[in-house]
């Protein structure tokens, strides 16, 4: 996509339509829709009211351990920092979440390094359980698995899961990815789409915009969630 080739007049279309094609959303993700932000920012307020009302949904994350196998030179989590590591138990795990389910909230995210040596399948799964006593909506941010793992997993109470790919640029990809499994850019490309043959009910994509060309990486991400949405239409 090139992204200079886009126009204002291109931008000011793509805010008319009421279903955005492909081109469109590189329109308003060009330098020409700068002076326009007011404007999209109008129409996405208008466009999440249609979906969603005038609500706000909230949510914490636990997370309930920071071992990590990963060499990512952006991660504080990085293997080769010396940090304090740790893990919870399931006891304290159930005490982290009556005490969070206690402020009302229904829906929790459960975090982990990306170690399955430290947090294994059944480790994460049984951590779902517990959660499933307190909350409604369960998600999962962890390592990418496997489609039966994730099937476990959503058989112990996880409804969704999300994963970062990061960047989408391959070539930038390698050169802040540098040991562990997350070096391996298509087994975790994939990871939305085992979560869902898994049985998953959803799942989450995004990028860490800044470690590549941010336009690409938001621009790949929405085709990544778009083309998960028309192959998964449930989800």
Known sequence: VDFSAYTGDDVLRALEKDSISLEDYAALLSPAAQPYLEQMARRAKQETACHFGN???LYT???IANYCVNHCTYCGFNCTNKIHRGKLTYDEIDTELRNIAKTGLRE???LTGESRYHSDVEYIGHACEIAKKYFTTIGIEVYPM???EYAYIQQCGADFVSVYQETYDRVRYKEVHLA???ADFAYRFNAQERALLGGMRGVGVGALLGLGNF???AFAAGLHASL???K???A
Do not use: F, N, S, V
């Open 55 to 57: 609500t706000a949904g």
């Open 61 to 63: 994350p636990l997370y």
């Open 108 to 110: 929790i995210l459960i």
């Open 146 to 148: 496997d489609t039966d």
């Open 180 to 182: 562990g499994p997350k």
């Open 215 to 217: 336009r690409k990486d």
């Open 228 to 230: 998960l949405q028309k």
């Open 232 to 234: 998964y239409p449930h």
